[in-house]
């Protein structure tokens, strides 16, 4: 199967995702490939890099951004394509905000005391809120979407700190090892 399926279609799209206004680059920019869930986003510096066929429509987005459709062009020599995509940005009205005073700790004392909760919504509460379920249950659950893009983000951002210098090795730093033999003559290390 992987002999006869046919790769011409398939391009290199790469490019900038950039502000229609003032071009300054748009970070962090979604890029998704229409009627499906693949794609990928623009990194700090509004660059972006995946592979495409001929012919697809990708929607740009980004929070305070319109919406961008663009369409690969089918007539592309090669299998690269570079583009700069524009986005315009977006401006809406936000419904009216009615603020309210906080009640006094008169009032919210009352109001809870006379709160009667059924007993088994309270077993529920008591029952959901035990400590050692829900640290089992924190361990074992996978990352999602925004553990894996804050991990990678910081990973951006500390490139972008040691740019164009060489990055401390923590087994070096004399400070790190104060602080170990310290701890080691005070017993601060041994099992309990």
């Known amino acids: 199967m992987a002999q006869t399926r046919n790769d011409s279609d398939l391009v290199q799209f790469t490019g900038f ?8 680059t748009i970070p962090f920019a979604t890029i998704r490939i229409s009627g499906t869930s693949r794609g990928t986003y623009s990194d700090m510096q509004g660059y972006f890099s995946f592979v495409a066929k001929r012919s697809d ?9 319109e919406p961008k459709y ?22 809406f009205l936000m419904e009216d ?27 529920l509460a008591e029952q959901n809120l035990r400590r050692k379920p829900l640290s089992e249950m924190a361990e074992n659950l996978p990352n999602d979407g925004y553990a894996n893009a804050s991990w ?17 090795i923590p087994v070096l730093d004399v400070f790190a090892w104060s602080k170990f033999l310290k701890a080691l003559e005070n017993g601060d290390l041994k099992r309990k």
Do not use: H, W
């Open 70 to 91: 663009f369409k690969v062009p089918s007539n592309t020599n090669g299998t690269k394509f570079k583009s700069v995509v524009a986005m315009v940005e977006d401006t």
């Open 17 to 24: 995702v950039v502000n229609y206004d003032s071009t300054k």
């Open 152 to 168: 990678k983000f910081n990973d951006y951002a500390n490139k972008a700190y040691f740019n164009g210098q060489a990055q401390p």
């Open 57 to 65: 429509v990708l929607i740009f987005t980004c929070l305070g951004f």
């Open 97 to 123: 905000v009615v603020i309210i005073g906080r009640p006094t700790a008169e009032q919210l004392d009352y109001l809870f005391s006379r709160q009667k909760l059924p007993q088994s919504d309270y077993a």
